[in-house]
């Protein structure tokens, strides 16, 4: 049996979301605190901290003085101010590959509901409203141009070829996927009549597709975006959409929706590209065994 004085963690979440399972690991594990909001008073006890995706702003963290470690739920570590962990030698984690086939999934539901005008022809045969004038497109045959080819664009650009799609990928290093081809970015654009962007951004920050980007595509193009807004300026895509530049955008909206609420053809999803029965197991489980290890002493990856 273990005698050793077990850590206490504060577990930014309410306990009812972790399965039971999943749960007795992390008691056994840990002291666990469970509360949403610790900033109402100092917690001088807690040494590790779980959280989502949650703003961590150095006033919020200096509530918790014995802090050592940071454990974030999410792949994304931006919202934690990371300066002040490193000022405070304060560890974090983050918690990668979990999303599985889920968002590449979601891809592609983006892209069908696009090209299918699925949602104009739901509210159709809801209203008997017109639709005549929805004209969809084929894909077998298209051109898939997948923008990052890491584990979710590979996973995208293989369910776009089962659709019949000819894929083509550009990507920062050179990378190989039967049956696909590696190409420029600009090459990509000219050419792809459904653009997935799957990619981080980049480390100066800064759009991957901007208004000279977007004058490059077919004006029957399609962007579907499952990574960060900012890869898309959003300035440039409402020129695009409301001039006919291009076809119709899919995006999963990870910041606020309300300026792309107004934008022509366009389906929107509230960051949700993830989010599944398979993968939400998948996150808990990933942290969990992240967790386990932190409390056990054992080496584990971090991202500062």
């Known amino acids: ?58 006033d919020r963290l200096a509530a918790l003085p014995g802090l050592r470690v940071v454990l974030a739920t999410s792949t994304a570590v931006d919202y934690v101010d990371r300066d ?53 497109r084929e894909l077998t ?48 654009l000219q050419t792809s009549d459904v653009v997935f962007l799957s990619l981080p951004l980049p480390s100066g920050g800064g759009a991957v597709l901007g208004v000279s980007e977007f004058a490059l595509l077919k004006p029957s193009a399609v962007v579907v975006n499952v990574s960060a807004d900012e890869l898309i300026d959003r300035y440039a895509l409402e020129r695009a959409l409301t001039s006919g530049r291009i076809a119709g955008a899919g995006l999963d909206v990870i910041g606020d929706p309300a300026p792309y609420r107004d934008l022509p053809n366009t389906v929107l999803t509230p960051r949700r590209a993830w989010y599944t029965r398979e993968a939400v197991r998948r996150r808990a489980a990933t942290w969990v065994d992240t967790l386990c290890a932190i409390a056990g002493g054992r080496p584990v990856n971090r991202v500062l």
């Open 141 to 188: 045959g298209a051109v898939a141009g997948v923008v990052g080819l890491g584990g979710i664009g590979r996973r995208i650009a293989t369910l776009a070829q089962g659709f019949g799609m000819d894929v083509q990928f550009a990507n920062r290093s050179p990378r190989t996927l039967v049956g696909a081809r590696q190409v420029e970015l600009a090459t990509l």
């Open 1 to 58: 049996m273990n005698s050793e004085p077990r850590s206490t963690a504060l577990l930014n979440m309410v306990r009812d979301d972790v399965p039971d399972d999943l749960r007795a690991r992390i008691e056994r594990a840990v002291r666990p605190v469970w509360v949403r909001d610790w900033a109402d008073r100092p917690r001088p006890e807690v040494e590790i901290l779980v959280t989502p995706h949650d703003r961590l702003t150095p």
């Open 84 to 136: 002040y962990c490193a000022a405070h030698g304060v560890r974090v984690h983050n918690t990668p590959d979990y999303t599985g086939s889920s968002v590449a999934e979601h891809a592609m539901a983006l892209m069908l509901a696009v090209v299918r005008h699925i949602p104009r022809l739901d509210d159709a045969a809801r209203t008997d409203a017109d639709s005549a004038g929805l004209v969809a």
